[in-house]
């Protein structure tokens, strides 16, 4: 029996355990030199609620002129300091209300010892008349109620800069964009020129060359009886 025990404890191999230690490859900490701080606040400037007239003027009133909100943003479409804010999908207006609700929120969220915000709207400007309830036609235009600022799809809202990487400001830059009164999201200068260039070469190549704007120009099927003025300058793309 002592000799089948042995010859079974034989058999079996041992077990060596020998300590190795590897080295791990981390990514480089991301460098912020190309960071430029103004020498303003931090923070978001606060804008007023009624722009400011010379004493001796009347606030004029104005048409609704929805040209303001329709089509896509020529201009302010691009981050200025190539970093992170909020971009409009869709038009819209804003109030002094969401204004207010911007700054505020992210005043708090944001570290003002190595970040900072700027506006990219104009404060409110365009006024928005209203008549009282129950009043009935006639006796001419109503009074202004409020301001507000015309926004364009496209249009960059605010920008916030500094040492700090997307995925620390974006949660709460795409909750805050997620309570104006139209689509927005929470963009980086790297998104804004990948889909720049996938947008470019999805038009390279397109092999099919009877496109809506091709349709439009071409007025192929008499298009033109049914098309609306707004289709051809933007060519279905914004409403």
């Known amino acids: 029996m002592l000799c089948s025990r042995t ?15 590897f080295l791990k490859n981390f990514p480089p900490p991301p460098t912020y030199d190309h960071v430029e701080f103004g020498e303003g606040k931090p923070k978001l400037r606060f804008f007023d609620k009624v722009p400011q007239y010379p ?15 329709r089509g896509p943003e020529q201009v302010h479409n ?3 300091h190539e970093q992170y804010g909020i971009q409009a999908l869709g038009g819209g207006r ?16 944001m570290d003002v010892n190595r970040m900072f915000c700027i506006w990219r709207i104009d404060p409110p400007w365009q006024p928005v008349t209203r008549r009282g309830q129950g ?6 235009k109503g009074a202004i109620d409020h301001y507000v600022t015309p926004i364009k799809a496209g249009r960059i809202i605010m920008e916030l800069g500094g040492k700090c990487e997307f995925k620390e400001v974006q949660e709460f ?13 929470a963009v980086s200068h790297e998104m804004l020129i990948n889909e720049k260039k996938h947008q470019e070469e999805l038009e390279k190549s ?15 099927s008499g298009c033109h009886r049914w098309l609306r ?10 409403e």
Do not use: C
């Open 94 to 109: 804003m109030r002094w209300g969401h204004f207010e609700m911007i700054r505020l929120s992210v005043g708090r969220k």
């Open 173 to 185: 830059l795409q909750k805050y964009a997620d309570q104006l009164p139209f689509p927005a999201r």
């Open 7 to 21: 010859n079974l404890f034989s058999n079996l191999t041992s077990i060596r355990l020998v300590p190795a230690a």
């Open 135 to 140: 009043q009935r036609l006639g006796g001419g």
């Open 229 to 238: 003025p707004i289709d051809h300058k933007q060519f279905g793309k914004f």
């Open 55 to 69: 004493p001796n003027m009347r606030p004029p009133k104005m048409q609704k002129k929805l040209k303001f909100m």
């Open 78 to 80: 691009f981050l200025l």
């Open 206 to 220: 397109n092999l099919n060359p009877y496109t809506f704007k091709y349709i439009i120009q071409n007025n192929l």
